[in-house]
């Protein structure tokens, strides 16, 4: 099985070996057909869970609270009070070390014991199964996660379907049974809201520390995921807003880095990856002389 924590290659893989599972269980029956195409039970979906309010319910332990004192100004007294939180606080690197384990076992223990085919990424988990078993590795992955005492959110579940959002992308395990393959495309709506924050960056004529790093964000987390390295160009200009610059004016390489985003989000096609039968072969369009 591949790693538990999420990327690109965990979804396909997880495909690719079940698909690989049934070819060698047709193989073993002579009556059966070839493992293409394939048998129609075999079709793919996948449902997402999302924890609630995650790093708040991983307790602080007593002896460490007192590194956990947050500080903040109140507006009704004028003057600054403190706080000692329950749970673990959003900012610092301990706490998500921390709150790490919690997904890593549970997502563990739901692969080993019971053979869910899950993975998670903070306080996200994906989830894939088929068709045929109507729900059954969620439900598995949902108790497991009530047993422990994690509370899932109700309101952010997704049930099992063939394309589900995940992570900022847009997974589709339909193309499986017709083609062997798994599409990943920009989550519905992505485009027309970059291109609108995009649009009204341009109308202004500025754009702030926030907006480069919100902006960016959104470029690097998505596009990479669909477009590949070329999605990573256009980034310099953004660091360098984020981290270093004092003026907020549009200079001439955030309007290139912009209109690259911009136009790699309307035109660049979903990236498909296959799952089992002949590999295409890459398109080379540059090659060094080398």
């Known amino acids: 099985m591949p790693n538990v924590t999420h990327n690109l290659k965990a979804l396909p893989a997880t495909v690719r070996r079940t698909c690989k599972s049934i070819g060698r269980q047709q193989a073993s029956d002579p009556d059966a057909p070839d493992v293409l195409p394939l048998p129609e039970w075999c079709v793919f979906v996948r449902g997402t869970e999302d924890m609630k309010n995650a790093y708040r319910q991983c307790p602080i332990a007593p002896y460490q609270r007192r ?59 994906g989830v894939v199964g088929l068709v045929a078993g109507h729900g059954f590795a969620q439900a598995i992955l949902r108790d497991i996660y009530s ?20 992570l900022g992308l847009s997974a589709n395990l339909a193309l499986v049974s017709i083609g062997g393959l798994v599409e990943f495309d920009l989550k519905p709506g992505f485009r027309e809201s970059v291109q609108v924050e995009i649009d009204s960056v341009f109308e202004t004529g500025i754009l ?48 290139d880095a912009l209109l690259f985003h911009s136009l790699l989000a309307e035109h660049v096609l979903p990236r498909q990856v ?3 039968g002949a590999q295409q072969l890459p398109i080379r369009i540059y090659s060094g002389a080398s």
């Open 208 to 255: 702030t520390s926030g907006q480069a790093a919100k902006l960016r964000g959104r470029f690097g987390w998505a596009a990479s995921g669909t477009c590949g390295r070329c999605s990573r160009g256009g980034q310099a200009p953004l660091v360098q807003r984020q981290y270093f610059d004092c003026s907020v004016d549009l200079t001439v390489p955030l309007q």
């Open 147 to 166: 047993m422990a005492g994690a509370a899932l959110d109700p309101g952010k579940s997704q049930a099992p379907a063939g394309c589900r959002v995940f």
């Open 67 to 125: 590194c956990a004192v947050v500080a903040f100004w109140d507006e009704a007294s004028e003057q600054i009070q403190f706080i000692v939180p329950n749970g673990l606080p959003v900012g610092l690197s301990s706490p998500f070390l921390n709150f790490h384990r919690t997904p890593v076992l549970l997502t563990a223990v739901a692969r080993r014991m019971t053979g869910c085919a899950a993975a998670y990424f903070f306080d996200d988990s």
């Open 274 to 276: 296959r799952t089992f």
